[in-house]
C-alpha cells in the first residue's frame, strides 16, 4: 500500500508590522481548521511552539524591511520557500512606518529611544518586493481573512487566486451606496483603492482612506486633481495619499507633486 504524499508545508514570518495580518489568519477560526488538515504549519510563532526549518512550500510574509537583520533574514527566507506571499500593506507597500522615508530617520531615533547610539536601522522602510522576488501580493490593512484563505487554497490546487482588482467603487456600488465624492464633495480614494474591505469607510459616511493600496492601473494623479476640484489644498492631497499605503509608487507619486507644489 502505497504512502501519502506529504503535506505542503507552510510557515509564516513577521517583520516590522503590527501583527494584524497573522491575526486575520487565527481570526478564521472553522475556516483555518479546514485548511489547517491540508498543510503541515510547520514554523509559525504567533501560534505555535513548534518551529520546524524549511525548506517551505508556502512562505506568508507579513512586515516591511526596516533594520539591516530584516534585510538578511529576507534574503534567507526567499532561499527556503517555493513560493513566497506577501501579506498586507507593511509587507506589500512600506507600511504606515514607511512614512519615515521622507525624513532623516536618525532624526526619530533622537526622539524616540534614550540611548541612540544602540538603535541600528535602515533609512527606509521598504516593501518586501524591493528586497527579494515575490510570488504574490495580498494587500490590506490589515487584510481580509477569507482572501487569505483563498490564496493558499488557490497555491495549493495550483490555480489563480481569485481576488479582487477593481475598486472599491464597486464595492459601493453593490452596497447601493450614495457617492459620498459627488453627493457630499468628500474626498475619498475608493476610485484609485483596490477593493477588498467591503466600502466599509463610505459605508459609514467617510471616504476611504486607501487600506488595499492602489487597484489595477490606479489614474491617482486624475483623483487628486478631482480632490483640488473639490477644495482640498495640496498639503490635504499629500496627507491624503501618505497613509497605510504612501509607499506604493502610484499614491507615492501624487503625493511627492502635492508636496513639491
Known sequence: MSSKPPKPRVAVFKFASCDGCQLSLLDAEDELLAVAGA????????????????????????????????????????????TLITIGACATAGGIQALR???????YVRTVYAKPDFISTLKMSTP?????????????????KEHLLEVISATLAGRKPNIP?????LECKRRSNVCLMVACGTPCLGPATQAGCGALCPSMGRGCYGCFGPMENANAPSLAERFRILGATEPEIERAFRTFNAWAWQFRKVSEEAHGS
Open 39 to 82: 498543510i503541515d504549519i510547520a514554523y509559525f510563532p504567533e501560534a505555535s511552539r513548534r518551529m520546524l526549518k524549511g525548506p517551505y512550500d508556502i512562505a506568508l510574509v507579513e512586515g516591511s524591511i526596516t533594520t539591516h537583520h530584516d534585510a538578511g533574514k529576507i534574503q534567507q527566507v526567499r532561499r527556503q520557500a517555493k
Open 165 to 169: 482588482t477593481y475598486s472599491v467603487c
Open 101 to 107: 522615508n521622507w525624513k532623516d530617520v536618525s532624526d
Open 128 to 144: 518586501v518586493a524591493e528586497h527579494v522576488p515575490v510570488d504574490l501580493e495580498l494587500r490590506g490593512c490589515p487584510i481580509q
